[in-house]
Every structure is written in structure tokens, then in C-alpha cells.
């Protein structure tokens, strides 16, 4: 099947399928949409779309990606993995044992990959409607207030789109946008990202930096904004590449920004480096906990083009698990084989909700050698946004680390603490609130695979209990006869 090309396809698509519930009762973006949301998202429930939205004539769509199956369908794939064959397919790479930088040189191989690059078109969906000057306002959106804390609204679900101002190289990125008023937002740049690399580019230069904002467009390049995707390629090449064909773009009406076609929404406008930054926060985040008020850069709006009948597209986050959870599993998924590629020793990874992505890590590896568990530990904080990891738990290769009970199981067997437990020091993820300081705080890694004698461990290891398989299945005859297991 075909990933659906826009919003309003990927809605009849989920429609289809049985995986949406249109609302027709009115609902109010303030509060009540998120304690309408969260239980659904909590219990697996399907996407929402709310016709009727307090304030405004637009529908809202939530919860459009919050499942593992609704991630499928928004990529066009039955099963996450095979659009993972499909780039591992693609890679063409001689790499010498190395890390991020040495991967950096080989991407670019990846054949076939440049004819995924964006298609630019003179007309668009995206700009049926063009608002300029005074008519263009941020009140014609259900820009959702999500937690009773929160500053304000928040714009939850954008593709931040800028462009080196030197080089011309476009980054998307998903930073949440907090309402200031109908003109202003405040830009929430972490300053790993690449829209905040490119506002230091536009500082240096002494300029204003332009910005576009699209909201929805085809599924795929919404995920692709949220994707570790290198830095030296486009986002656009990935959503593509999902796409299978090329991301139609057009350029922004007071910029030239190219922007998805099929969006529902664009927001333009700009950043001025030189504007003192801005009060942001807090914010309901993704860890459960609010994040705390700082300042961050100011976003001004010139211009707002979108469809005749656009929807909405939002999200909330909050205590795991939530719909950001299945973006993160796409992720998780599709980006193995370029970590296979660093480390051949890896089978599998997985980041538990209850990790809130960046506070707990499963790898698995086929351990060959004294040492390996922390050799993967020293380069997987090596690699790209893997630097924020708070805790890596390494384990056998045959450990399931999808089942984080089993894994768990295995390591905590598997240590003795003194012994198996390492502490160092890198870079923080910007939400991590317990961090001893802002931007840095130590990690640890435990390495819960079996130990070899080479490692100083002499004593035997024992064996899992296991029953004979031939035993079992003949006993599983009798259970399911009785009605005991299905």
C-alpha cells in the first residue's frame, strides 16, 4: 500500500481501517481536549478528530500516530521493519570500524536515495488561502492550552522548517511553539538542534532568520521533522523516501523556504537574533512533569497560507505512554540498520515508554570479547541524539529486549553492582529536570551480559530453565483443550 499523501488522506485511510472516531459534539481547546485525549491515548484507543472545536471553524485531529498500527499506516507498510529492510537494502557502505563521523562520509552512498530529494510545484493546497499583514493571525487555530500549569497554548505537532543562511541547507524540526499572542510565538530550540545551529549561523551574520511552519501534510514528513535524521541530509530526502516518491514542496509566500505542498497550514515568519529572548514555559512534557519556564527566541508571524478546509493537526504529551511513544518506536525501528552499520555487534534496541526515550536504553549484542558491553556503552553515547541517554543496559544477544521485563530479568541476574556498573559524563537532554546541571549530568551503563572468563570471572555460569520443548508442546495440547490457554 501506498503512504497516504496528505492529512485529510491518512484520516480517510485510518477511517477505513476502523482506527478513528469522529467527535461531533463540541469540545474546548482549553484543558478539556487533553483530559478527553489522554485516557484514549493511555488505553490504546484510536485516533480522535474533533468536528467541532470551541472557537474556531477547523476540525482538530489527535492521536492520529498513537498506535503501533496507525505508525504502519501512516508509512504505508504492514510492518515497521520493512521499511527498515528497505533502507538497509539501500546502503551501499565499505565503513571502516569507526563512529558518527565516519558514518557522516558514508551515507551519502546510500544509492537511489538522492531521487528521493523534494519536487518543487507552482501551485499547492498549502496556499489556496493566503493571509498577509494584519489578516495573518494565529486565532483562526485550536492551538490546545494541554495541562492546567502550562504558560499558555501550544503549538504541539509542527514542522519548523529553516534554512542555513550561508549554505541554503533546509532543517525540519519539531519544537513546540508557545502561543505569546496572535502574532507571536516563543521557539523552543534546544541547542543540539538544527534550527538552533542555524539562528547561531543567522547571529554571527547579523541577520533575521526565516522560518516556516507547517502543520500536517503527508504522515511521513510530520515524522521525518521528529526523525534523528543526520545532519548533512534533508529531511526531505527521508520523507521521500517513506513516501517512495518524491515530497512535493512550494515556496513559502514571503520567503524562499520550501514547505510541504499537501500541508494543512503554513506559518511564516520570522527569528531576529537580535530580539532579547523571551519567557517560555512551563510545559507539560513528555517525562510526566512540566518543564520548567526558561527564555528562548521569539518567533514573529508574517504570513499564514492554508487550504480552504484545513484540519488541524496536534498532539499532547505527558506521563508515558502516550502518542509520542509510537514516533519514538518508529524511529527505533527504522534507524537499526544505520546503527548496525557502527556496531555489527548489535541485534536489537528498544526504549521503554516508561523511559521516556532518553532515560533508558536495552541493546543487546552478540559479545564476542572481554569488554564488548562497554565498548557499545563508550559508542552508542557517541552516536547523534544516543548522547542523551541517562542509562544503557547491555545484555546477551538471545535476551528480547522488546520485552522490557525480560530484560530487566536477565541483566539484574546478571551484575554484580561494583563490578558491572560504569559512571561517566556527557551532554544532557534539555528536559531532563534532575540533572545536577543544566545541559550535563553522568550516565550510567550496566553491562547485564554474562561474563567471560577473560573478565576475571572463574566461577561456572549457569544456564536458563528452560522445559523440553517437546514436553511442552504436548502439554500446551492438554491446556488449550481445557480451555487454560488459547
Known amino acids: 500500500m501506498d503512504a497516504p499523501a496528505s492529512m485529510g488522506e491518512f484520516i480517510k485511510v485510518l477511517d477505513k481501517a476502523g482506527c478513528l472516531k469522529r467527535i461531533a459534539e463540541q469540545v474546548d481547546p482549553h484543558l478539556e481536549i487533553t483530559a478527553l485525549s489522554e485516557p484514549v491515548m493511555k488505553t490504546g484507543g484510536p485516533g480522535l478528530l474533533f468536528e467541532k472545536v470551541k472557537g474556531v471553524s477547523c476540525p482538530l485531529a489527535i492521536n492520529l500516530f498513537g498506535s503501533r498500527e496507525r505508525m504502519c499506516l501512516a508509512l504505508g507498510v504492514g510492518r515497521l521493519e520493512e521499511t527498515a529492510q528497505r533502507l538497509k537494502s539501500l546502503m551501499e557502505m565499505d565503513l571502516p570500524q569507526g563512529l558518527w563521523p565516519k558514518i557522516k562520509t558514508a551515507l551519502p552512498k546510500l544509492k537511489e536515495l538522492a531521487a528521493f530529494g523534494p519536487r518543487q510545484v507552482k501551485d499547492a493546497p ?169 527564555d528562548y527566541p521569539v518567533f514573529h508571524l508574517t504570513a499564514v497560507t492554508h487550504r480552504k478546509n484545513f484540519i488541524y493537526p496536534t498532539t499532547i504529551v505527558g506521563r508515558p505512554p502516550m502518542e509520542d511513544f509510537y514516533l519514538g518506536l518508529a524511529t527505533e525501528r527504522l534507524f537499526l ?88 559524563r556527557g551532554p544532557a537532554d534539555a528536559l531532563d529536570h534532575a540533572a545536577q546541571l543544566p545541559w550535563l549530568h553522568s550516565k550510567m551503563g550496566i553491562d547485564g551480559t554474562r561474563k567471560l572468563p577473560d573478565e576475571g570471572f572463574t566461577r561456572p555460569w549457569p544456564e536458563r530453565i528452560v522445559m523440553t520443548p517437546e514436553v511442552q508442546a504436548r502439554a500446551n495440547e492438554k491446556l488449550r483443550k481445557w480451555g487454560l490457554l488459547r
Open 126 to 294: 498549502c496556499q489556496e488561502v493566503i493571509l498577509e499583514g494584519d489578516q495573518a493571525t494565529l486565532d483562526i487555530l485550536p492551538i490546545l492550552t494541554c495541562w492546567p500549569d502550562d504558560a499558555g497554548p501550544f503549538i504541539t505537532l509542527p514542522q519548523v522548517i529553516t534554512a542555513h543562511p550561508q549554505t541554503g541547507k533546509q532543517n525540519w524540526g519539531m519544537y513546540r511553539m508557545q502561543r505569546f499572542d496572535a502574532r507571536t510565538t516563543g521557539m523552543h530550540w534546544h541547542r543540539h538542534k538544527g534550527g538552533a545551529a542555524h539562528y547561531r549561523a543567522a547571529k554571527e551574520l547579523g541577520q533575521r532568520l526565516p522560518v516556516a511552519v507547517a502543520l500536517g501534510g503527508p504522515p511521513a514528513a510530520v515524522y521525518a521533522a521528529c526523525a534523528p535524521f543526520p545532519e548533512h541530509l534533508e529531511e526531505t530526502m527521508l520523507s521521500g523516501f517513506l513516501l517512495g516518491k518524491p515530497l512535493k514542496v512550494i515556496k513559502a509566500v514571503t520567503s524562499g523556504l520550501l514547505v510541504p505542498a499537501e500541508a494543512e497550514v503554513v506559518l511564516e515568519g520570522y527569528v531576529d537574533p537580535a530580539e532579547p529572548w523571551r519567557r517560555e514555559g512551563p510545559f507539560g512534557d513528555h517525562t510526566g512533569y512540566y518543564s520548567l519556564a526558561d
Open 337 to 424: 540498520p544505520l546503527l548496525k552499520t557502527v556496531l555489527p555487534e548489535i541485534v536489537d534496541y528498544h526504549m521503554p515508554a516508561e523511559g521516556v526515550f532518553h532515560n533508558l536504553v536495552f541493546v543487546s549484542i552478540k559479545k564476542e570479547y572481554p569488554g564488548q558491553a562497554y565498548k557499545v556503552m563508550n559508542a552508542l553515547w557517541g552516536q547523534g541524539q544516543m548522547m542523551f541517554a541517562k542509562v544503557l543496559v547491555i545484555v546477551d544477544g538471545h535476551v528480547n529486549v522488546q520485552d522490557p521485563q525480560e530484560a530487566w530479568w536477565e541483566a539484574l541476574n546478571h551484575i554484580d553492582p561494583q563490578r558491572d556498573i560504569l559512571f561517566t
